[in-house]
């Protein structure tokens, strides 16, 4: 509220003031953000909705859309329980290399999507560290779907841990402690007091975490082989059509990848708004 | 009666058909100016395999830069065959053991079932009068090229330019070092391939003159907005040579090894050599070419092997790591 006095109470020079920022950051965002994603829906449709259907309905970008699903319904779940877990870890647990975990944590979000990928071929490509093991077992990673799984999950890898760890830290375990003590076992605890306490920071981070999976580009055209129908994720897939002057098509299935940003700024808008006293609560420094 | 004999004839035909007819993959490792060739290729493969042999053979396609998808198939992309931009991407994967040294000596031709050439891709009244290759060092001229490490279309530009000034009178490798130099300080984007380096000119309208492959280039053409570009023909140019071949690693541990050649062979029959003239590039069969003559222009070219060697010798004079292409290229 005092923000808004402040505001109102203000001279007319520094009413002008206010006004330019905010005409300043809207223009900003309508430049650099709303019309490219305008643009994205305009060329998918600019041969009509029936074009847009019949690019989305090839073989190929069914598949694309297959695998795309899959890859983050492992790495989505897989990221969830690991968030979880290392979040407890850093806010509960006094260990030797706290700090270093931290980091390790954060690795993915500084590290170039580029390397993320490399670092599978280089581990386990046919001239990798253990390639020649993979081979003669018949196991293929690298150029086939479990690669694309693993490099996801090390793009994605953060986002949970990073939610949860400042509303857990904030927190503190006053309450959980209070659960131990009237009698609740580990996992009792776990499920009655720190999961509704972290709920809608832990959906936020899934998420993100869903989102980027779905859209990460660099690390898995890395490992991927591009091989059409197989290998190919969504964001491939769009490079790959608009390499093949195939624009509808290409856009066709950005749109989906928009439409599902769209949808994940839709979720955690409603959430804040329906939960904002929940949220606010339990946020950091908001008790 | 003669109809039931009938009817089980058929069902035993059909049952005899099913237990034999299998289904087979096929993974094509190419580079990346072919997608709309193989596409057309690959349907009529397996339809000709089907009517002879009823099995029902599948060929997935993996596209990039050709020195990439070398370097893939090397990190383990179990590509059958690789149908790569030149010979010496093919030796890169052979010096891994993944198939004989001498695989260009297997198939006609050097193995190479069609060629190309490097042609100029010019905006629409060429407004900046591109006709030949010193033109392209004029001052405010942009020149568009991919980049020679990653790029086989790319290492074909830059011998085809390399050629042009050795060929003038009083032509040397000194005076071609410094042609090429300048050249490149006209290059203000190197995409990774033939293609985004096509996007870059074509989409982005970045640049005055692409040099491209002469199919790329004719495809650009034919596109809907293809009227916005002309094709300029230098005086000179190089015969491009895109080859083929089998992996023998991947196709003895994957059983392929019978298609795997059949389809490689098929693109030197008539049929296929068609369906490469319809994508523009240039087939080696003399009746075909005929048929074809009046939609490639005609250019004046040297081949490799008259200028530079063999691959290998190119690859390691001209782009291997320290090579003259890093003494040369953007930034020197």
Redesign the interface.
Known sequence: MSAVRTSRDASPGRRLGHAVIIVLASVFLGVFLLLPLASVFVEAFRQGVHAYLVSLHQPEALAAIRLTLLVAAIAVPLNLVFGIAAAWAMTRFEFRGKAALGALIDLPFSVSPVISGLVY?LLF????WF?PWL?AHGV?I??AVPGLVLATIFITLPFVARELIPLMQAQGSEEEEAARVLGANGWQMFLRVTLPNIRWALLYGVLLCNARAMGEFGAVSVVS??????TTTMPLEVE?R????DYVGAFAIASLLALLALLTLAVKTFLEWRYSDEIAAHAPGGH | MKIRSTLFAITGTLLAASAMARDVTL?NASY?PT??LYRAVNTAFAAQWKAQHGDTVTI?????GSGKQAR?V?????ADVITLALAYDIDAVAD?GLLDKSWQQRLPDNSSPYTSTIVFLVRKGNPKGIHDWNDLIKPGVQVITPNPKTSGGARWNFLAAWGYALKQPGGNDAKAKAFVKTLFQHVPVLDTGA??AT?TFAQRGIGDVLLAWENEALLARH?PDGDKFEIVVPSISILAEPPVAVVDKNVDARGTRQIAEAYLKFLYTPQAQEIEARNFYRPRSPTVAAEYAAQFPKVNTFTLAELFGTWRQTQAKFFADGGVFDQVGPGN
């Open positions: 071929v490509g046919a001239q990798g390639g081979a293929k690298i150029f082989g591009h091989i059409r129908g197989l790959m608009y390499n093949e002057y | 993974l990346d997608r709309e997935q396609m993996s596209h990039g893939a090397v990190d383990g992309l179990p891994h293609r985004g996007n596109e």
